[in-house]
């Protein structure tokens, strides 16, 4: 290990020289999403030549305000940003969605009408969401591997590595109302420590209706050109003092470090622009092997689960207003990942990935000498590895993949069982039977307000089938036995009969269940009930055959994937600037506003404006414009908000490098102001999780005068656009 950092340091300070030659004229300079604090080493430089007129420190800086006190990370899974001094925050319509809709009835229907807080008192509590900020970010790699060693099995050095990070972070956070995250970099060759401020009352103050915020539905997700207002604002509220408190009338609003200031000048082809956020996850230097399985078989047999769930939840949806408000969030959560595959596979097809890989694999193995070990592992040896590893472990990550399909993304009543868990005798304490019980109603009561037995009948028969009928059948839990020998393998009569028989399949079911629930002996009734059965036959079988030999597998993998990518590094120092794989913690990606060409004959412009609305306009759901909405644009109403040219813009793309998590990332320019709020990628780019190409992978944004014209001319909200710092 020495040896090899020494012979590491010095071809990487060759492979920087080298890289600031290649790096300027080069296309990679698109790639990579970037830790805030390594930009002034890595990729400030190259910023600047592009366009940025910003240092190092104005992105980030732990002694001074900087950007990066103005970037929020929104519930753990989407990226926001501060854009006023009074806590106001902009995120994407899709971040707030399940927020929206939580709020939403029949009478009061927000998801399709919009909302918008006249005053601070009518904005709306979330209880369960919250904002967090990155206050500090370091290297805590050697105080992280402080003993451990190369000979160590992965299961122990991770039980070293655990430790450490606990004893790292309880220190760092001492006396300080803050928390720390510690996260592997380079699949374990780097640790970073993320100091963070969470703030709990967070409030709803404005979403447009979804025609606007979603415009396009499903048919749009994913595609260029666009035309979709995706976003939603909240605010976020401190005590007195400023400082965090749980949600309470007496908080007041936030006042941030930094709010960001609006540009409304717009952008031009070429201009720079970056995306500051929380990227979720990517995987980019996956070997072949693992790319032709998710060509292959993870990705055609996920899509296969959803497009049963879509199609039943879609049929549902359209017969009814009440299903369609209960299942919407539902079924975007859907229909989003499998949108999304669909593109990757193509992409990757079309790219040729696998031999991609393949090409590279043989180079690395080229380039490796017989005495280099790292880790233990000789690389000349490494890529053999990893054949026979995906060999033995294929069928496990399988059976894995298939189980996330069924059990947390399938029918409810597979899961909501294992709710009545709680009430078992050996794991309740004495005299918590009742409170237990009021929790369990009350959870109850939640999750019934969106829920319909028929189309969770539906759900069951058909994606238990096809569940089913890809498992290898020693990888089958006892319940297919069951539905083989006293159902005749009719998946519908099995269905049938597990929702007539269940008590967890009404409210009041459920509630008349708890009335009369007396401990042990009942307990034993949820253990006969047949969908709780379903449940933990499901539940154990993945903990029983799945689960040991994924986690022992994995963590050969994880030997082998930490060493494959120092090899990389050091190997193939030329080939790109190493950027760690997204793991939802605070990023910077940067490109330029630049059109693409998807297909041959095809230029994409990168500017949509409010002509496109129209054109796309039709009865249907997916594409209904607002008369008030159609009205403004048929008037050219667009006050301060229009383009030089007199148009509106309404989306425009760039080629930043980005994924899942940058929902609601700001998109800025040269001088660090927000133009625009990144919302999604185009179909061709959703490969870039696992192979960036730069000539057609896009991210797509909202222009930040669209968002606003929104607000003040359609929604008649403009005491928000005053609370704003906007730059001309
Ligand atoms: N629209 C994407 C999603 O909902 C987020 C952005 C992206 O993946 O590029 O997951």
Redesign the pocket.
Known sequence: MIKFAQIFETMKRFSLILFSLVFTLSSFAKEGMWIPSLIKNLVESDMQSMGMKLSAEDLYSFNKSSLKDAIVHFNGGCTAEMISDKGLLLTNH?CGYSLIQSHSSLENDYLTNGFWAKTKEQELKNPNLFARFIVRIDDVTESVLKGVTDAMPEAKRQAIVDSNIKVIGKAAIEGSHYNYIIRPFYYGNQYYMFITETFNDVRLVGAPPSSIGKFGFDTDNWVWPRHTGDFSMFRIYADKDNQPAEISNDNVPYRPKYALPINLNGTQPGDFTMIYGFPGRTSEYLTSYAVDYTINKQNPNRIKMRDISLDIMGHAMAGSDKIRIQYAAKQSRVS?AWK?WIGQNKGLIANDAINSKLALEKRFVANADNSITSYGLKYTKILDKYKALYSELEPFAFSWDMFIEIYYYGPEIIRFPMNMEKLNPEKLKDGDLEKMKETLRISAERYFKNYDLETDKKLLSAMLKQYFSVLDENMRADVYVTIQNDFGGNYEDYAASVFKKSNFTTLEKVNAFLDNYKGTKSFKKIQKDPAYQLTMSLYNNYQSKVRPDLVRLNNDLNLLNRTYMEGLQNLLPKDKKYYPDANSTLRISYGIVDGYKPKDGVVYSPFTTTEGIMAKRDTTKEFTVPERLATLITDKDYGQYADKDGTMHVCFIASNH???G??GSPALNGNGELIGL????TWESTMSDIMFDPTICR?IMVDIRYVLFIVDKYANAGHLVEEMNLVK
């Open positions: 899709h989003n999304k980005t994924t899942g940058n929902s990144n919302f999604d990628r991210n």
